[in-house]
């Protein structure tokens, strides 16, 4: 990939005054004016992932969460979050349904790279909602031709967008605001490329970048929080540049104050910490 930093400006650092606000809600609110997110993933022995997902989804602020999982299980994520509509699906006409109700989707988190997964994921590439592609969505994207709704969001890490874009991880680290640019001009979607200084790259050239978080943060299941957190905050009317930065943004400073705890940070332990910084952000009542 050749070397394109000159050619562009530097990334635009992220901090909370410059970040998009969700609307205060009025007071007579109401679920249907929030979005409904479908969060599709979970094959055999990766539930976790995706109710990891729907959990943060759910606690920032969308107004119905669905989970679309393999049938077994169902009966762990409804002990856990009795509020997301967890529904059991063997094929993807079983996703049809669910996929006409939903107003943004999340795929990918546990997905696998089996035929379950993979079928799945091309109904989903049918839809036209705004999407969020993630973890396994990306492994199985990069072997297909499959193309992604306008307005939807991609979340690799460096492995997986140089699965993506058909070079090395290190030529990825080695420029990354091109590699996270290669990506939106591939795929026509707003990229986020995860990592330390986590770049969010736009449709229009914009390029900002996260310079928080906490050594922390490497543990698995934060993507899975991350992806549930952007599908949120488009359900509820960002536009997938605006809800990407944002939820990095939340994200990264959650790593932080729960970081300062040190080893043994479990993605959950975010998920209350990004629920009260969005509120300071954007405060729910007028």
């Known amino acids: 990939m050749p070397q394109t930093k000159h050619l562009f400006p530097e990334p635009r650092v ?10 205060a809600r009025a007071s007579n609110a ?7 997110v479908l969060l599709i993933g979970g094959d055999r022995g990766f539930g976790g992932s995706i109710t990891l997902s729907a959990q943060a989804a759910l606690r920032c602020g969308a107004g119905l969460v669905s989970l679309a999982t393999r049938p077994e299980h169902v009966p762990a994520a409804l002990t856990r979050l009795p509020e997301v509509m967890a529904v059991g699906v063997q094929s993807a006409n079983q996703l049809m349904g669910l996929l006409a109700q939903a107003s943004v989707v999340v795929v990918g988190p ?17 839809a036209k909602m705004p999407q969020v592609w993630d973890a396994d969505a990306l492994n199985l994207l990069s072997n297909t031709d499959l193309a992604l709704a306008q307005g939807s969001v991609l ?13 090395s991880t ?9 590699a996270a640019r290669a990506l939106v001009k591939k795929y026509s979607v707003v990229c986020v490329l995860k990592g330390a200084g986590t770049l969010i790259a736009g449709l229009q050239g914009e390029l900002a970048q996260c310079n928080h978080g906490h ?7 934060l993507g899975d929080v991350l992806a549930g957190v952007v599908g949120a905050l488009l359900a509820q009317g960002m536009n997938a540049y605006e809800a990407a930065c944002l939820a990095v943004w939340l994200h990264a ?13 479990a993605a959950s332990d975010l998920i209350p910490a990004i629920r009260q910084l969005l509120e300071e952000h954007a405060p729910c009542k007028k």
């Open 170 to 178: 290190q030529q990825v680290q080695a420029d990354r605001p091109a």
């Open 30 to 36: 109401h679920k249907g004016q929030f979005g409904h």
């Open 155 to 167: 979340t690799p890490h460096p492995g997986e967008a140089a699965r993506l874009l058909g070079i």
């Open 215 to 221: 050594p922390a943060m490497a543990t698995a299941g």
């Open 253 to 265: 400073r959650a790593g932080e104050q729960q970081g300062q705890l040190g080893r043994g940070l």
């Open 110 to 126: 546990g997905l696998g790279q089996a035929p379950w997964g993979r079928s799945l994921l091309s109904a989903v590439a049918q």
């Open 14 to 23: 992220l901090n909370a005054s410059a970040l998009a606000h969700l609307p």
